[in-house]
Protein backbone atom coordinates (compact mmCIF):
# COMPACT_ATOMS: atom_id res chain seq x y z
CA UNK A 1 0.00 0.00 0.00
CA UNK A 2 2.66 2.07 0.85
CA UNK A 3 4.05 2.07 -2.50
CA UNK A 4 1.20 2.56 -4.09
CA UNK A 5 0.63 6.23 -2.05
CA UNK A 6 4.46 6.74 -2.88
CA UNK A 7 3.40 6.41 -6.99
CA UNK A 8 1.80 9.64 -7.00
CA UNK A 9 4.41 11.81 -4.90
CA UNK A 10 5.61 14.34 -7.71
CA UNK A 11 8.96 14.12 -8.87
CA UNK A 12 10.06 17.57 -8.41
CA UNK A 13 9.04 16.61 -4.68
CA UNK A 14 10.84 13.23 -4.10
CA UNK A 15 14.50 13.88 -4.39
CA UNK A 16 13.71 17.25 -2.01
CA UNK A 17 15.23 16.48 1.91
CA UNK A 18 13.55 17.19 4.84
CA UNK A 19 15.01 19.97 7.09
CA UNK A 20 18.23 18.74 8.73
CA UNK A 21 17.44 21.25 11.70
CA UNK A 22 14.08 19.55 12.47
CA UNK A 23 15.60 16.03 12.54
CA UNK A 24 17.56 16.99 15.06
CA UNK A 25 15.54 19.19 17.02
CA UNK A 26 13.24 16.46 17.31
CA UNK A 27 15.64 14.02 17.99
CA UNK A 28 16.36 15.88 20.79
CA UNK A 29 13.14 16.96 22.36
CA UNK A 30 12.83 12.59 22.75
CA UNK A 31 16.04 13.47 25.21
CA UNK A 32 15.43 14.74 28.91
CA UNK A 33 18.41 16.11 29.55
CA UNK A 34 19.75 17.61 26.42
CA UNK A 35 20.29 20.85 25.62
CA UNK A 36 19.15 21.71 22.07
CA UNK A 37 21.29 24.21 19.91
CA UNK A 38 19.38 23.35 17.34
CA UNK A 39 16.40 25.17 16.58
CA UNK A 40 17.11 29.22 15.78
CA UNK A 41 14.10 30.52 18.00
CA UNK A 42 14.60 33.18 20.84
CA UNK A 43 14.57 31.84 24.14
CA UNK A 44 12.42 35.09 25.57
CA UNK A 45 9.02 34.83 25.68
CA UNK A 46 7.10 37.16 23.66
CA UNK A 47 6.96 40.84 26.03
CA UNK A 48 3.73 40.98 27.49
CA UNK A 49 2.57 44.40 25.95
CA UNK A 50 2.44 42.39 22.93
CA UNK A 51 0.99 39.43 23.96
CA UNK A 52 -1.78 41.74 25.82
CA UNK A 53 -2.25 43.32 22.31
CA UNK A 54 -3.36 39.68 21.00
CA UNK A 55 -5.54 39.31 24.33
CA UNK A 56 -7.81 42.37 24.06
CA UNK A 57 -8.29 41.86 20.66
CA UNK A 58 -9.77 38.54 21.23
CA UNK A 59 -11.45 39.92 23.72
CA UNK A 60 -12.95 42.77 21.79
CA UNK A 61 -13.92 40.14 19.20
CA UNK A 62 -11.65 40.35 16.64
CA UNK A 63 -11.60 36.95 14.94
CA UNK A 64 -12.65 37.66 11.64
CA UNK A 65 -10.59 37.47 8.17
CA UNK A 66 -8.81 41.15 7.47
CA UNK A 67 -7.81 42.15 3.87
CA UNK A 68 -5.72 39.33 1.95
CA UNK A 69 -2.86 42.07 1.57
CA UNK A 70 -3.02 42.33 5.87
CA UNK A 71 -4.63 45.09 8.12
CA UNK A 72 -4.36 48.50 6.80
CA UNK A 73 -2.81 49.71 9.85
CA UNK A 74 -0.51 47.11 10.37
CA UNK A 75 0.99 47.92 6.79
CA UNK A 76 0.28 51.24 7.16
CA UNK A 77 2.87 50.82 10.64
CA UNK A 78 5.04 48.41 8.21
CA UNK A 79 5.49 51.31 5.62
CA UNK A 80 6.65 53.90 8.33
CA UNK A 81 8.83 50.93 10.15
CA UNK A 82 10.38 49.96 6.76
CA UNK A 83 10.92 54.09 5.50
CA UNK A 84 12.94 54.44 9.17
CA UNK A 85 15.07 51.69 9.63
CA UNK A 86 15.93 50.41 5.87
CA UNK A 87 15.10 53.86 3.71
CA UNK A 88 13.00 52.21 1.46
CA UNK A 89 9.37 53.85 0.71
CA UNK A 90 6.30 51.92 -0.02
CA UNK A 91 3.04 52.28 -0.85
CA UNK A 92 0.37 50.29 2.13
CA UNK A 93 -2.61 50.36 0.04
CA UNK A 94 -0.57 48.25 -2.45
CA UNK A 95 3.17 47.73 -1.98
CA UNK A 96 3.05 45.57 0.94
CA UNK A 97 1.68 41.78 1.44
CA UNK A 98 1.17 40.21 5.30
CA UNK A 99 1.84 37.05 5.22
CA UNK A 100 1.99 33.55 7.84
CA UNK A 101 5.80 34.05 8.47
CA UNK A 102 8.48 35.31 6.28
CA UNK A 103 8.68 31.37 5.10
CA UNK A 104 5.16 32.18 3.09
CA UNK A 105 5.92 35.95 1.82
CA UNK A 106 9.11 33.84 0.03
CA UNK A 107 7.22 30.88 -1.27
CA UNK A 108 4.26 33.57 -2.78
CA UNK A 109 7.67 35.68 -4.20
CA UNK A 110 8.83 32.27 -5.88
CA UNK A 111 5.60 31.64 -7.29
CA UNK A 112 5.06 34.49 -8.62
CA UNK A 113 8.24 35.22 -10.18
CA UNK A 114 9.20 31.68 -11.35
CA UNK A 115 9.10 30.04 -14.48
CA UNK A 116 9.43 26.63 -15.40
CA UNK A 117 13.45 25.91 -15.44
CA UNK A 118 13.98 29.79 -14.84
CA UNK A 119 17.45 29.70 -12.45
CA UNK A 120 17.36 31.53 -9.30
CA UNK A 121 20.71 32.35 -7.20
CA UNK A 122 21.00 32.37 -3.36
CA UNK A 123 23.92 32.33 -1.26
CA UNK A 124 24.96 29.33 0.82
CA UNK A 125 25.73 28.14 3.72
CA UNK A 126 21.80 29.37 3.79
CA UNK A 127 18.41 28.75 5.49
CA UNK A 128 17.23 25.43 4.45
CA UNK A 129 14.13 26.86 2.57
CA UNK A 130 15.42 28.68 -0.57
CA UNK A 131 16.90 25.50 -2.66
CA UNK A 132 13.94 23.41 -1.91
CA UNK A 133 11.52 26.47 -2.07
CA UNK A 134 13.22 27.27 -6.00
CA UNK A 135 12.81 23.55 -6.69
CA UNK A 136 8.91 23.33 -5.37
CA UNK A 137 8.38 26.19 -7.83
CA UNK A 138 9.92 24.33 -10.68
CA UNK A 139 13.06 26.33 -10.89
CA UNK A 140 16.64 25.72 -10.59
CA UNK A 141 18.83 26.95 -8.08
CA UNK A 142 22.18 27.83 -8.20
CA UNK A 143 24.63 28.31 -5.43
CA UNK A 144 26.67 30.93 -4.70
CA UNK A 145 29.97 29.89 -1.92
CA UNK A 146 30.75 32.09 0.60
CA UNK A 147 34.00 31.45 2.24
CA UNK A 148 34.68 30.55 5.91
CA UNK A 149 38.02 32.83 5.56
CA UNK A 150 36.14 36.39 5.43
CA UNK A 151 33.52 35.52 8.00
CA UNK A 152 31.13 34.01 5.34
CA UNK A 153 30.90 37.56 4.29
CA UNK A 154 29.02 38.59 1.08
CA UNK A 155 31.75 39.09 -2.14
CA UNK A 156 30.54 39.91 -5.41
CA UNK A 157 32.45 38.34 -7.15
CA UNK A 158 31.65 34.76 -5.50
CA UNK A 159 28.15 35.82 -7.14
CA UNK A 160 29.90 36.47 -10.64
CA UNK A 161 31.62 33.53 -10.99
CA UNK A 162 28.60 31.72 -9.94
CA UNK A 163 25.86 33.55 -12.35
CA UNK A 164 24.85 31.42 -15.42
CA UNK A 165 22.70 32.61 -18.07
CA UNK A 166 18.52 32.66 -17.75
CA UNK A 167 19.43 33.52 -13.89
CA UNK A 168 16.38 35.37 -13.15
CA UNK A 169 16.68 36.29 -9.64
CA UNK A 170 19.05 35.91 -6.56
CA UNK A 171 17.72 35.25 -2.91
CA UNK A 172 20.08 37.23 -0.19
CA UNK A 173 19.70 36.84 3.44
CA UNK A 174 22.01 39.53 5.55
CA UNK A 175 22.96 39.08 8.26
CA UNK A 176 23.13 35.54 7.13
CA UNK A 177 21.62 32.50 8.68
CA UNK A 178 23.29 29.64 9.61
CA UNK A 179 26.85 31.91 9.69
CA UNK A 180 26.10 35.28 10.24
CA UNK A 181 28.05 36.57 8.09
CA UNK A 182 27.01 40.24 6.66
CA UNK A 183 27.21 42.53 3.26
CA UNK A 184 29.11 45.58 3.67
CA UNK A 185 26.95 48.47 1.91
CA UNK A 186 29.99 48.70 -0.81
CA UNK A 187 29.29 45.18 -1.33
CA UNK A 188 25.38 45.71 -2.14
CA UNK A 189 26.38 48.59 -4.37
CA UNK A 190 27.96 46.62 -6.60
CA UNK A 191 25.97 43.92 -6.51
CA UNK A 192 23.03 45.90 -7.60
CA UNK A 193 24.97 47.30 -10.36
CA UNK A 194 25.33 43.54 -11.42
CA UNK A 195 21.55 42.68 -10.71
CA UNK A 196 20.91 45.84 -13.42
CA UNK A 197 23.09 44.95 -15.36
CA UNK A 198 21.71 41.15 -15.93
CA UNK A 199 17.87 42.48 -15.40
CA UNK A 200 17.66 40.38 -12.72
CA UNK A 201 15.36 40.67 -9.46
CA UNK A 202 16.47 40.58 -5.47
CA UNK A 203 14.73 39.10 -2.97
CA UNK A 204 16.41 39.91 0.42
CA UNK A 205 15.16 38.12 3.23
CA UNK A 206 16.00 40.97 6.48
CA UNK A 207 14.44 38.87 9.18
CA UNK A 208 17.55 39.24 11.50
CA UNK A 209 18.34 42.57 10.29
CA UNK A 210 17.76 44.30 13.73
CA UNK A 211 20.26 41.20 15.04
CA UNK A 212 23.40 43.11 13.71
CA UNK A 213 25.99 43.32 16.25
CA UNK A 214 28.72 45.34 14.39
CA UNK A 215 28.00 48.12 11.92
CA UNK A 216 24.83 49.19 10.68
CA UNK A 217 22.52 46.83 8.45
CA UNK A 218 21.37 48.63 5.02
CA UNK A 219 18.85 47.17 2.74
CA UNK A 220 19.93 46.64 -1.22
CA UNK A 221 16.23 48.35 -1.29
CA UNK A 222 17.39 51.36 -0.51
CA UNK A 223 20.16 51.46 -3.42
CA UNK A 224 19.07 53.75 -6.91
CA UNK A 225 17.00 52.04 -9.31
CA UNK A 226 16.67 49.38 -6.71
CA UNK A 227 13.15 49.43 -5.47
CA UNK A 228 11.66 48.32 -8.52
CA UNK A 229 13.73 45.35 -8.71
CA UNK A 230 13.74 44.63 -5.49
CA UNK A 231 11.23 42.31 -3.11
CA UNK A 232 12.43 43.06 0.73
CA UNK A 233 11.05 40.09 3.36
CA UNK A 234 10.82 40.65 6.84
CA UNK A 235 9.02 39.27 10.23
CA UNK A 236 9.07 39.72 13.18
CA UNK A 237 10.19 36.15 14.67
CA UNK A 238 13.24 36.73 15.62
CA UNK A 239 13.62 40.09 16.77
CA UNK A 240 10.69 40.60 18.47
CA UNK A 241 10.53 36.96 19.81
CA UNK A 242 7.32 35.93 18.02
CA UNK A 243 7.59 32.76 15.96
CA UNK A 244 4.50 31.39 17.06
CA UNK A 245 2.44 34.48 16.18
CA UNK A 246 3.32 33.61 12.93
CA UNK A 247 3.81 37.00 10.91
CA UNK A 248 5.91 38.12 8.24
CA UNK A 249 5.78 40.80 5.24
CA UNK A 250 6.97 40.90 1.61
CA UNK A 251 7.81 45.25 0.33
CA UNK A 252 7.66 45.47 -3.34
CA UNK A 253 6.43 47.58 -5.98
CA UNK A 254 2.57 47.12 -6.97
CA UNK A 255 2.71 44.53 -9.95
CA UNK A 256 5.37 42.10 -7.96
CA UNK A 257 2.74 42.53 -4.75
CA UNK A 258 -0.32 41.28 -6.91
CA UNK A 259 1.30 38.28 -8.56
CA UNK A 260 1.80 37.37 -4.44
CA UNK A 261 -1.30 38.09 -3.70
CA UNK A 262 -2.87 35.74 -6.50
CA UNK A 263 -0.58 32.79 -4.55
CA UNK A 264 -1.50 34.01 -0.97
CA UNK A 265 -5.08 34.52 -1.39
CA UNK A 266 -5.77 30.91 -3.42
CA UNK A 267 -3.51 29.46 -0.92
CA UNK A 268 -3.81 31.23 3.25
CA UNK A 269 -6.32 33.98 2.59
CA UNK A 270 -4.70 35.91 5.19
CA UNK A 271 -2.96 36.25 7.93
CA UNK A 272 -4.91 35.57 11.69
CA UNK A 273 -6.30 38.57 12.78
CA UNK A 274 -4.86 38.66 16.27
CA UNK A 275 -1.32 37.95 15.10
CA UNK A 276 -1.59 40.95 13.08
CA UNK A 277 -3.20 43.06 15.99
CA UNK A 278 0.39 41.81 17.92
CA UNK A 279 2.69 43.00 15.28
CA UNK A 280 0.84 46.50 15.26
CA UNK A 281 1.84 47.00 18.87
CA UNK A 282 5.58 44.84 18.35
CA UNK A 283 6.18 47.57 15.45
CA UNK A 284 4.34 50.88 17.62
CA UNK A 285 6.12 49.88 21.28
CA UNK A 286 8.38 47.25 20.89
CA UNK A 287 11.64 49.06 20.19
CA UNK A 288 13.00 48.93 24.18
CA UNK A 289 12.34 45.29 24.08
CA UNK A 290 14.03 44.29 21.06
CA UNK A 291 17.18 46.11 21.89
CA UNK A 292 17.33 44.70 25.40
CA UNK A 293 16.99 40.71 23.90
CA UNK A 294 19.67 42.16 21.09
CA UNK A 295 22.07 42.98 24.12
CA UNK A 296 21.11 39.73 25.81
CA UNK A 297 22.33 37.86 22.36
CA UNK A 298 25.45 39.82 21.59
CA UNK A 299 26.90 38.36 25.84
CA UNK A 300 25.94 35.50 24.51
CA UNK A 301 27.78 35.32 21.29
CA UNK A 302 30.97 36.07 22.94
CA UNK A 303 30.57 33.98 25.59
CA UNK A 304 30.22 31.19 23.35
CA UNK A 305 32.13 32.05 20.90
CA UNK A 306 34.27 32.47 23.25
CA UNK A 307 34.61 28.91 24.43
CA UNK A 308 34.67 27.11 21.33
CA UNK A 309 37.81 28.41 20.39
CA UNK A 310 39.37 27.81 23.70
CA UNK A 311 38.27 24.07 23.18
CA UNK A 312 39.60 23.93 19.73
CA UNK A 313 36.42 24.34 17.81
CA UNK A 314 37.59 27.39 15.30
CA UNK A 315 35.22 29.81 14.75
CA UNK A 316 34.32 33.17 13.06
CA UNK A 317 32.72 35.84 15.50
CA UNK A 318 29.00 36.12 13.90
CA UNK A 319 28.38 39.60 13.12
CA UNK A 320 24.21 39.26 13.43
CA UNK A 321 21.64 37.06 13.84
CA UNK A 322 22.02 34.20 16.62
CA UNK A 323 24.16 31.44 15.49
CA UNK A 324 27.71 30.42 15.45
CA UNK A 325 29.26 28.12 12.74
CA UNK A 326 32.33 26.69 14.00
CA UNK A 327 34.49 24.60 12.30
CA UNK A 328 35.01 20.64 12.97
CA UNK A 329 36.72 19.64 10.06
CA UNK A 330 39.74 18.69 12.60
CA UNK A 331 37.95 15.75 14.23
CA UNK A 332 37.66 13.61 10.85
CA UNK A 333 34.37 13.35 11.02
CA UNK A 334 31.75 15.02 8.11
CA UNK A 335 29.43 17.39 9.85
CA UNK A 336 26.74 14.90 10.40
CA UNK A 337 28.84 12.19 11.54
CA UNK A 338 29.94 15.60 14.35
CA UNK A 339 26.90 16.55 15.34
CA UNK A 340 25.41 12.38 16.19
CA UNK A 341 28.72 12.38 18.13
CA UNK A 342 28.10 15.16 20.21
CA UNK A 343 24.69 14.42 21.00
CA UNK A 344 25.13 10.98 21.43
CA UNK A 345 28.36 11.60 23.91
CA UNK A 346 27.38 15.32 25.08
CA UNK A 347 23.49 15.62 25.19
CA UNK A 348 24.04 18.75 23.12
CA UNK A 349 21.98 19.11 19.81
CA UNK A 350 23.52 21.30 16.99
CA UNK A 351 23.02 21.12 13.34
CA UNK A 352 25.33 19.56 11.26
CA UNK A 353 26.26 22.24 8.96
CA UNK A 354 25.04 20.05 5.62
CA UNK A 355 21.93 20.73 5.89
CA UNK A 356 22.58 24.13 4.84
CA UNK A 357 24.16 23.20 1.90
CA UNK A 358 27.75 22.30 0.28
CA UNK A 359 29.09 24.63 1.44
CA UNK A 360 28.19 23.82 5.09
CA UNK A 361 30.17 20.47 5.40
CA UNK A 362 33.03 20.56 7.87
CA UNK A 363 30.83 23.01 10.31
CA UNK A 364 27.90 22.81 12.56
CA UNK A 365 25.50 25.19 13.22
CA UNK A 366 24.90 26.02 17.18
CA UNK A 367 22.17 28.31 17.73
CA UNK A 368 23.11 31.08 21.08
CA UNK A 369 18.99 31.68 21.57
CA UNK A 370 18.93 30.07 24.29
CA UNK A 371 19.61 31.13 28.02
CA UNK A 372 23.05 31.78 29.09
CA UNK A 373 22.81 29.30 31.93
CA UNK A 374 22.18 26.55 29.27
CA UNK A 375 25.35 27.76 26.77
CA UNK A 376 27.26 27.26 29.72
CA UNK A 377 26.53 24.03 30.18
CA UNK A 378 26.43 22.96 26.82
CA UNK A 379 29.63 24.62 26.51
CA UNK A 380 31.36 22.08 29.50
CA UNK A 381 29.75 19.42 27.90
CA UNK A 382 30.83 19.61 24.56
CA UNK A 383 34.91 20.77 26.22
CA UNK A 384 34.59 17.54 28.32
CA UNK A 385 33.76 14.96 25.46
CA UNK A 386 36.17 17.05 22.42
CA UNK A 387 39.04 16.91 25.24
CA UNK A 388 39.25 13.31 24.99
CA UNK A 389 39.11 13.73 21.30
CA UNK A 390 43.00 15.41 20.83
Request: hydrophobic residues 40%.
Amino acid sequence: MNDTASSFVANHVVGIPKSGIREFFAIAATMEDAISLGIGEPDFVTPWHIREAAIFALEKGKTSYTDNLGLRRLRNEIAAYVERNFNASYDPSCEILVGVGVSEVLDCALRAIINPGDKVMYHEPCFVSYAANIKLCHGVPVAVHTRAENGFEFDIEDVKRAWQPGCKAIIINFPTNPTGGIAESAQLKKLAEFVKEKNMLVISDEIYSELTYNGTHVSIASFPGMKERTIFLHGFSKAFAMTGFRIGFACSPKPLIEAMMKAHQYAIMCAPIISQEAAVEALVNGKPDMEKMRDQYMRRRDFIVGRFNEMGLECHLPKGTFYAFPCVKKYGLSSMEFAKMILDKAKVAVVPGSAFGESGEGFVRASFSTSYQNLVEAADRMESVLSKLK
